[in-house]
């Protein structure tokens, strides 16, 4: 019964072990009593927290329990599929955590190009804009400039002519006391 049961559940090779006499555990293959399990008397103990394993042998009692040989592997096997069942589904939950995290990071990526490329559009816009203000000041300082320059040469040359005007009306003053 055991080695039907080995030929056509062969991943479940470790749990037979478990439930096996002395005698079928020899015809298992060698690693079942290796991979940190020791043998105790005429069983195998479990490694320290290996809750599976120890779960099943709560469920299933010791080989010594008094159970028929069958009723023990259809509990290890029901245990075994139970356990398959947790696996299989906290794996659809890590593929999609995992979808969701890519999802979330392709999004957040989106986000960040876009924001990327407005920060930038709007700098190189302000930089624009600033360069503009800036040649039109530079151009209104020019402007002013020149403007002043004129106003002094205006000035001055106003301020000769008014010099011209005092030395002739001195001139005239002398002129009007002299002949009186």
């Not at 298992?28 to 009593?33: G, M, N, S």
């Not at 960040?112 to 920060?119: D, G, K, M, P």
């Amino acid at each position: 019964l055991v080695s039907e049961a080995y030929r056509t559940c062969g991943c479940r090779k470790l749990f037979l072990g478990l439930i096996c006499s002395r005698s079928d555990r020899a015809r298992l293959p060698t690693f079942v009593e290796g991979r940190g399990r020791r043998r105790i008397g005429s069983r195998l103990e479990a490694p320290r927290g290996s809750v599976a394993v120890s779960a099943i042998m709560d469920a299933t009692g010791s080989s010594k329990s008094g159970g028929s040989l069958k009723k023990q592997m259809v509990a290890v096997l029901a245990a075994l599929d139970e356990s398959s069942a947790i696996i299989d589904t906290q794996k659809k939950q890590i593929e999609y955590l995992n979808d969701e995290k890519e999802r979330l990071e392709g999004l957040l990526n989106e986000k960040e190009e876009a924001l990327n490329a407005r920060v930038s559009r709007e700098i190189i816009d302000l930089k624009e804009e600033m360069e503009h203000k800036f040649a039109l000041q530079v151009a209104e300082n020019k402007r002013l400039q020149h403007h002043i320059t004129l106003q002094k040469k205006e000035s001055e040359k106003l301020g000769a002519a008014l010099l011209a005007l005092q030395e002739r009306m001195q001139l005239v003053e002398n002129e009007v006391i002299d002949e009186d």
